[in-house]
T-cell receptor, first 116, second 112 residues
């Protein structure tokens, strides 16, 4: 089945530690996204990538880093510089890029990150 | 700057009745809107969308209405079923990039 796979489902981070969240899609989508959800808030965009080897900062990129070496993969690293990393992280992908924005984004099931 | 707003954090509706979820936006450049449904510990799933050239789009029990002059859209679910209990987000793509701007979400609870 085609879809987006995020792993792990739960992740714990120690103080000063970097952690990497995995996102893989087999939908042949060009664009991929990382969002963060906090209780009572909507989804906020961290980073997005419209094509391999290119990515852009979203609204809350500080303390995060990404890479896009393969079309299928868009891992997110939560660095020690992110002072409030506890949240639910969602990865998404979509089939169109550029000016045609009328394609729904498809989401993975998320990774819940907590601080030890 | 909250460009997409859902002012009701929660809504409770009796099974079989109509559920109406509301969403307001401030950016007049938005020309396409989406509704997503989210269960706990899962990612959002796309539900229904509407283009600004229309004022209504219907898909089974779900209908979205768009009032451009009021910058308001609403999602109607009728009849409401227990499986509809979830958080609903409205969203709009920003121009120039395929970024989605989300509202805060409304938690819908369908009571038997």
């Amino acid at each position: 089945d085609g879809g987006i796979t995020q792993s792990p489902k739960y992740l714990f981070r120690k103080e000063g530690q970097n952690v990497t969240l995995s996102c893989e899609q087999n939908l042949n989508h060009d664009a991929m996204y990382w969002y963060r959800q906090d209780p009572g808030q909507g989804l906020r965009l961290i980073y997005y990538s419209q094509i391999v080897n290119d990515f852009q900062k979203g609204d809350i990129a500080e303390g995060y880093s990404v890479s896009r070496e393969k079309k299928e993969s868009f891992p997110l690293t939560v660095t020690s510089a992110q002072k409030n990393p506890t949240a639910f992280y969602l990865c998404a992908s979509s089939s169109r890029t550029g000016g045609d924005s009328n394609q729904p984004q498809h989401f993975g099931d998320g990774t819940r990150l907590s601080i030890l | 700057d909250q460009q997409v707003k859902q002012n009701s954090p929660s809504l409770s509706v009796q099974e079989g009745r109509i559920s109406i979820l509301n969403c307001d936006y401030t950016n007049s450049m938005f020309d396409y809107f989406l509704w997503y449904k989210k269960y706990p510990a899962e990612g959002p799933t796309f539900l229904i969308s509407i283009s600004s050239i229309k004022d209504k789009n219907e898909d089974g029990r779900f209908t979205v209405f768009l009032n451009k002059s009021a910058k308001h859209l609403s999602l109607h679910i009728v009849p409401s079923q227990p499986g509809d209990s979830a958080v609903y987000f409205c969203a709009a793509p920003s121009r120039g990039a395929q970024k989605l701007v989300f509202g805060q979400g409304t938690r819908l609870t369908i009571n038997p």
